[in-house]
């Protein structure tokens, strides 16, 4: 099994960044994709953004490319999501994702096997 913690959540202004941090411990080795994921009440959960084990693969949704950047450190196990003009549209809760399968980047969160629990990221305008 594989552990997810996620951290560095918080309110900032509009404009404002934070860097989330995910945090994998267990059986890390089996690890491939990891991204990070969000979902607003009432709505379906949306990727934000994807890496690919070593790093040299990336995804961006639309909404947030160029403003986003993630990254990932195996040595560390840690995967982070430096978020920059930070929008109130950005507000909701930050999951973090691991699989352990295919290496795909892939949109649709049936495809990731680990899950965090959550960090909320609240944008004020």
């Known amino acids: 099994q594989v552990q997810l913690v996620e951290s560095g959540g918080g309110l900032v202004q509009a404009g404002g960044s934070l860097r989330l941090s995910c945090v994998a411990s267990g059986r890390t080795f089996s690890i491939y994709a990891m991204g990070w994921f969000r979902q607003a009440p009432g709505k379906e959960r949306e990727l934000v953004a994807a890496i690919s084990w070593s790093g040299g693969n990336t995804y961006y949704a639309y909404s947030v490319k160029g403003r986003f950047t993630i990254s990932r450190d195996n040595a560390k196990n840690i995967m982070y999501l430096q978020m920059n003009s930070l929008e109130p549209k950005d507000t909701t809760v930050y999951y973090c994702?691991?699989?352990?399968?295919?290496?795909?980047?892939?949109?649709?969160?049936?495809?990731?096997?680990?899950w965090g629990q959550g960090t909320q990221v609240t944008v004020s305008s």
């Open positions: 994702a691991a699989e352990r399968t295919t290496g795909v980047l892939g949109r649709d969160p049936e495809m990731y096997d680990y």
